[in-house]
């Protein structure tokens, strides 16, 4: 696996489960390049491949933001939700 695949699929992943929540912003480039041990282009390659697809944009002199939105937290919250509902239907 490549560097910048590896720093892609994290950060998919944690975009997915919710983690980095459409809005959020990312880490720097550079943050990101010392936590994975590389120089910034790994980093710029995985950052070019999410906004491609969609899951995230830059906004030149402020960052890199978010703008998935995942549904797996609400998800989990309306679960979380019925279950309660159901155990309180029982009393």
């Known amino acids: 696996m490549k560097k ?3 720093i892609y699929d994290d950060f ?3 975009i997915y489960n919710g983690e980095y929540k459409a809005g959020d912003k990312l880490p ?3 943050q990101i390049a010392a936590k994975y041990g590389v120089s910034r282009v790994p980093v710029q390659q995985a950052m070019n491949a999410l906004i491609g697809g969609k899951m995230v944009k ?3 002199g ?3 933001f978010v703008t998935f939105e995942s549904h797996l ?3 989990k919250n309306r679960n979380a939700v019925f279950l ?3 155990i309180g239907a029982d009393r």
């Open 4 to 6: 910048y695949e590896r």
């Open 12 to 14: 998919k992943a944690a």
């Open 28 to 30: 720097t480039e550079e």
């Open 58 to 60: 830059r906004v030149i």
């Open 62 to 64: 402020s960052g890199t």
């Open 73 to 75: 937290a609400m998800t």
């Open 84 to 86: 309660l509902n159901e």
